[in-house]
């Protein structure tokens, strides 16, 4: 009996020690803060993972670029020394040339349209373009329509953005853009950018109001226009060779953990559009919400004909025309 109860515990034992053992522990990292729009993405998708996985796999979530800014992020999730990143669109044209095109200003009416495309046929076969880059790519989520600041001036006509110096993503589409504006770029991964705007060594930046607000840009900067100009994506990543090992149910409980990742951000976008120009006047920055966004689109007439001839006029109405 007491024999019995012995190899019984041992059993036990082992069987726990084998089960804490077969916990695999994956990395994701953001460049935000985690109270932001990509904080709520990457924690309710590490939630989601444990929770289909029975606790076989734990997501461990990195905030405010503590694993390096996101160019830095997606090379490490395609050598494999991080499993996953989660990341705006700003650094993945320089992975998956394919996906430029959602860079191209202008182009998303709002972002009801611009969740269509990326949900639907158009953004499923941008995903599948990752797989030959080293990358499974889980799920778009979202950055939101991105906005201009600035310590100089108001910014209400094209003309005004002239000789501004203005940190962009390393992102060749929207350096082709804002050069079309008059503006000197200096593109910049995005941990640098507060300290840089603190010393003047840029004079603005754009982002959606949702990262404008987590990252307290109010602080450095006291003039934003809303003018919306590029929409921009976000996405969770994997490494190939990682989501490659997973059982077919697991690579499944990854993919629907994204999903449900995405639906949290984007409400949260929603929610900081919401409230993010009054909470930003009460912080005293002059906001300017009545653009003729008609002068900012010509002011691209040549830039966007170069657009037409690298993407294919087709293939920029196809997106324009989904409803």
Not at 14 to 33: E, H, N
Not at 174 to 202: D, W
Request: overall charge positive.
């Amino acid at each position: 009996m007491q024999l019995t109860r012995i190899a019984a515990g041992l059993v036990l034992g082992l069987g726990m020690a084998c089960a804490a053992m077969a916990q695999t522990t994956m990395k994701i990292s953001i460049s935000t803060a985690q109270n932001s729009h990509q904080g709520i993405a990457i924690d309710t998708f590490a939630k989601e993972v444990e929770k289909r996985t029975s606790g076989r796999y734990k997501v461990q979530t990195f905030y405010n670029g503590a694993l390096g800014g996101e160019r830095e992020s997606i090379e490490a999730v395609q050598l494999g020394t991080q499993e996953l990143a989660f990341s705006s669109s700003g650094p993945i044209p320089n992975f998956v040339p394919e996906t430029k095109i959602l860079d191209v200003p202008f182009l998303f009416r709002d972002k009801a349209h611009a969740r269509a495309v990326l949900d639907g046929p158009i953004g499923q076969d941008l995903l599948a373009k990752f797989d030959a880059k080293g990358f499974k790519a889980l799920a778009w989520a979202e950055n939101g329509f991105r906005h201009m600041t600035n310590s100089k001036r108001d910014i209400k006509a094209p003309e005004d953005l002239k000789g501004l110096k203005m940190r962009t993503m390393e992102n060749p589409v929207h350096i082709a853009a804002y050069k079309g504006f008059g503006i000197i770029t200096t593109p910049m991964a995005f941990p640098e950018v507060f300290t840089a705007l603190q010393q003047g060594t840029v004079d603005g930046q754009e982002n959606p109001l949702s990262v404008i607000i987590s990252a307290k840009f109010d602080q450095v900067q006291k003039h934003l226009s809303l003018t919306g100009h590029v929409y921009s994506p976000a996405i969770f990543v994997m490494n190939k060779a990682s989501f490659d090992k997973l059982s077919a149910a697991d690579k499944q409980a990854f993919v629907d953990a994204a999903k449900e990742g995405t639906k949290a951000n984007r409400a949260r976008v929603d929610e900081d559009d919401a409230k993010g120009v009054a909470d930003l006047r009460a912080k005293g920055v002059t906001v300017i919400d009545s653009l003729d966004k008609t002068k900012f689109v010509n002011a691209l007439t040549t830039v966007n004909a170069q657009f037409e001839k690298d993407f294919g006029k087709a293939n920029l109405d196809k997106i324009r025309a989904v409803q």
